[in-house]
T-cell receptor, first 114, second 113 residues
Framework: ELKVEQNPLFLSMQEGKNYTIYCNYS?????LYWYRQDPGKSLESLFV?????AVKQEGRLMASLDTKARLSTLHITAAVHDLSATYFC??????????????FGQGTILTVHP | GAGVSQTPSNKVTEKGKYVELRCDPI?????LYWYRQSLGQGPEFLIY????????DSGLPNDRFFAVRPEGSVSTLKIQRTERGDSAVYLC???????????FGNGTRLTVT
């Protein structure tokens, strides 16, 4: 059974600081996703990582994937209040036939304060 | 265009009742998914439709849960004899093809009293 673990689960950051959220998963997978969820809202896709060594950046967020270590990171640079949300990583768990059967981590609740 | 639409946005029902939750996917999306998100948790996969057929229903927790997509567009998730443990946000997602990125709806918050 595929397990996806994120840490930390809660992250309180000061504006302007940098931090990294980690996502470990237990079995081989072809693709990994990062989503953002604001309170009471649905999930917004941030990144799709498809191969070992993949790195993607959007604004103050950068995601990377190490398939050998079964580890993805989401790095936050110079945090701003607008980044406050819950961040989920999710791993494709459909096996050889790829479709949107994802196993999600528990989520990291990020709060950015002045 | 419009995103994935789910109705109702909130549903309160009594234990033992039957409920139906509706999902309108993005027009043209062939793949449709239902997920369930309990408070403080990540979403959990329930079922995947490719066209009209349920290609993977391995996430449905028991036989009280059933979903249909008769014309390959709108889908309905049906829960019989609801239990308090069914309380959660039920999310629907769709994608152009099975391995395209998922687009999630805003969910239906189900509360069973």
């Amino acid at each position: 059974e595929l397990k996806v673990e994120q840490n930390p689960l809660f992250l309180s950051m000061q504006e302007g600081k940098n931090y990294t959220i980690y996502c470990n998963y237990s079995t081989t997978s072809d693709r990994l996703y990062w989503y953002r969820q604001d309170p009471g809202k649905s999930l917004e896709s941030l990144f799709v990582l498809l191969s070992n060594g993949a790195v993607k950046q959007e604004g103050r967020l950068m995601a990377s994937l190490d398939t050998k270590a079964r580890l993805s990171t989401l790095h936050i640079t110079a945090a701003v209040h607008d980044l406050s949300a819950t961040y989920f990583c999710a791993v494709d768990s459909a096996g050889g036939t790829s479709y949107g059967k994802l196993t999600f981590g528990q989520g990291t609740i990020l709060t950015v304060h002045p | 265009g419009a995103g994935v639409s789910q109705t109702p946005s909130n549903k309160v029902t009594e234990k033992g009742k039957y409920v139906e939750l509706r999902c309108d996917p993005i027009s043209g999306h062939t793949a449709l998914y239902w997920y369930r998100q309990s408070l403080g948790q990540g979403p959990e996969f329930l079922i995947y439709f490719q066209g009209t057929g349920a290609a993977d229903d391995s996430g449905l927790p028991n036989d009280r849960f059933f979903a249909v997509r008769p014309e390959g567009s709108v889908s309905t998730l049906k829960i019989q004899r609801t239990e308090r443990g069914d309380s959660a946000v039920y999310l629907c997602a769709s994608s152009w093809t099975p391995n395209s990125p998922l687009h999630f709806g805003n969910g239906t918050r189900l509360t069973v009293t």
